[in-house]
Nanobody, 125 residues
Framework: QVQLVESGGGSVQAGGSLRLSCAASATLFFWNSVGWFRQVPGKEREGVAA????????AYADSVKGRFTISHDNAKNTVYLQMNSLKPEDTAMYYCAAGRSGRWNGLRLGEYGYWGQGTQVTVSA
């Protein structure tokens, strides 16, 4: 059974920081795209950041560029999302996802076939 486990969510004041972690099997993260997506009730899920674990290619949504950083630790089979200068509009459920095919997917949501359960991030003004 494929399993991605997110952690690190919580509540923080605007301007603060959080680091999300996503752990999964080595097989799933080997030469694959891993992305962070977020969703608020009533809105579509949107891409936040993605990384290709072979080479470190990254992509970011315009709304988070310069504030969020995605990285991976192959030894720990973990992908991180460092979130700085958080804003109230960053409040959402954050999901980690892995690609279906082992190709670079960027933030194309439909190319991700394996999903975690999500971790809530709440930013207060």
């Amino acid at each position: 059974q494929v399993q991605l486990v997110e952690s690190g969510g919580g509540s923080v004041q605007a301007g603060g920081s959080l680091r999300l972690s996503c752990a999964a099997s080595a097989t799933l993260f080997f030469w694959n795209s891993v992305g962070w997506f977020r969703q608020v009730p009533g809105k579509e899920r949107e891409g936040v950041a993605a990384i290709y674990t072979n080479g470190g290619r990254t992509a970011y949504a315009d709304s988070v560029k310069g504030r969020f950083t995605i990285s991976h630790d192959n030894a720990k089979n973990t992908v991180y999302l460092q979130m700085n200068s958080l804003k109230p509009e960053d409040t959402a459920m954050y999901y980690c996802a892995a690609g279906r095919s082992g190709r670079w997917n960027g933030l194309r949501l439909g190319e991700y076939g394996y999903w975690g359960q999500g971790t809530q991030v709440t930013v207060s003004a």
